[in-house]
């Protein structure tokens, strides 16, 4: 009883914020929709009863679009509404509704076609971190390993092209100039 | 506590009792929290603090809650009303959700009507990483509140929100790992008991993660040395400039209420939680441990210097990750040994 | 705290101390070694410790620095110049002031205001007298040029007032009759010094 009225109220207003961050002209009502969706996701989690997962979506997602409202704030002013510029909206219509249209598709073949049946049944008397440990270590062992090298070689290049030319500095065009130098050089004279 | 099947059964209304509880005391605490702390920072620089409300001022928190609930409430006008008026309410909402899933009192059963009001609301087993994940959420208060009032000194105060969430989320996450390898469990109730009947506390295994874990959680709470987001000294009140009333002590019982969730954590985490010591019985441990954590972080923001953005920045990244990633790789190592 | 500590102006032969700061690290293997020395350096603990100890001293050993200044005032140097006071001669009990107009005529903020006649034994006798202290600069000038230490400077310095012009009639400034035995003779400002013998000289014939 209690579950289904909180996986409607989740449902309904997952939705509502999707919708918001979809159509609101505000970097900041989009931004905070998109966030607090993502919040509200996490509780299907906990309504189905796979806390770890719901604990991630939170940590992640909350990280996430905090680099993004770091961008918003870089990039917009956030008390303004953005004017968009449409230039070729039949485009824009057609390829939107395709996209929906597969993705309809998509989601709805295995349920017409057959029933979803688990492969890896839930496991009785192991939480849910063990048992998403277990499955990506044993099964999607390759795929975690590849995605973690991936990331790694994504954070060096990252690193490497932002720090290009970190010991540069910008106020006096000075490559060995080092402020904390200056400090204490000007208080031990 | 320690055998799961002695206990009775937990009921809504117990809950929801535990829940009024938390509520009310935590508030009510978190409102005292700024009478502490003023009195506090007064003895350290050898004044006397608030002194005329009451005796030696300890009704100071009723005439502060008076005037700001009677103070004008100030939207300003070119501001973003709505995202302006629900900041104050997140930081201080995940506040008190985060003290959902912590151990906050001993449990105990109401003795006429029979209902037995369990220590934490809602035990989940991911308990640690729900109240930090909870916690960082939080930060979203400061971050919509500085956006959001178009004014140039929130806009710094939101920016800073940014890079310290950045900065220490991670510091926060892999501190904590080390402990949470050791004991296998991200429960809280499982960390007691790893420390209960007599064992050593987990901060003599782990005393490079709980240092981590402390400077963490400072950057989580805003505490002193990393107090950037509402430094008066340079950017007036940061994100609360623009704030006045009611809302603004709601971003402060958020922040208080949150210094607590911290001393809670670090308490059953890494000092041994609600177990007797010797003779003396856990409630009291463990209230004393919560106290004894809030007084540091008082003592802290009266003895330090802040630092800068870039230098947070730099300590987070450059200093602790290695740091913390090395302790997980250490204690990974151990355990394998052993 | 002594006067004699304020009177000392010669700036250049205070104690200063030059700190010896070391030259800052250039290898890569000194910043190291500077972090790891930063680090392990109870500095940080120190700084604890001081805001400890001062805890310590103001709740267990009465160093408490607050004064509750409407409950309780600190001693004010004899030289400050607050309020004025009308001082009477200790014997009879008579005012001190001849009428003479000096303070009057010398006041650079014309605040003073007085009037005089002679009573019946042809002294001169004060009629009125009365301060305007919402012009009044507290300067000084009439307690320095008053011949018979007559009006000087008093310690009531809470002067806040209803109105900007409040005068003080001479009867509120005077001493009252009954506390006359509590009168002090005054020691500052426009007093004499304690070595005036010393410093008296023959005026010159030239002149």
Known sequence: M???IAFYVFAISTTILFLITAFSKNVLYA???LASGMVMISGFFFLLGADFLGVVQLIVYVGAVMALYAFGMMFFDATKDIKEKHQNPTLVFILGGLMALVFVIMFSAPIIGENVQAIHPVIEGVGNAQAVGMVLFTKYLVAFEVAAVMLLVAMIAGIILAGKKMDYSLTTNDDTYDHEDEILKGAGK | MVDATMLPEVTAAGVIIKAILILAVIAGLAGFGTYIERKILAFMQRRLGPMHVGP???????ADGIKLFTKEDIIPQHANKIIFAIAPIITAATAFIALAAVPVFPDFTIPFIDVYVPSIASDI???ILFVLGMMAAGLYGPLLAGMAQSNKW????????????LSYEVVTGLSILAPIMMVG????????????DGALWLVVYQPVAFVLFLIAGFAETNRTPFDLLEHEAEIISGYVTEYSGMRWGLFFIGEYANMITIGIIASVVFLGGYNDFWFIPGWIMIIGKIAFSFFFMLWVRASWPHVRPDQLMWLCWKVLMPLAVINILITGLVMMIV | MGLEQFKNRNVGTQNYKVLDLEMPPITAMEKFKQVVSRTFKPELFAGLGVTLREMINALFRGKMHTTQYPFEKLPISPRYRAIHEMLRLLESGHYRCIGCGLCEKICISNCISMD??????QRKEVTEYTINFGRCIFCGYCAEVCPELAIVHGGRYETASEQRASFSLFEDMLTPIDKLNLQQEYQGFGAISSNADENIKKTPLAY
């Open chain 2, 154 to 165: 929130g806009i710094i105060g939101s920016a800073r929100t940014a890079i310290q969430f």
């Open chain 2, 125 to 127: 087993n991911v308990g």
């Open chain 2, 185 to 196: 469990s991200l429960s809280f109730v499982d960390f007691n008991n790893y420390q209960a």
């Open chain 3, 116 to 121: 005089t006649r002679y009573d019946e034994n």
């Open chain 1, 2 to 4: 209690y579950e289904v």
């Open chain 2, 56 to 62: 030696h001022g300890v009704l100071q928190l009723a």
């Open chain 1, 31 to 33: 931004m905070t929709a």
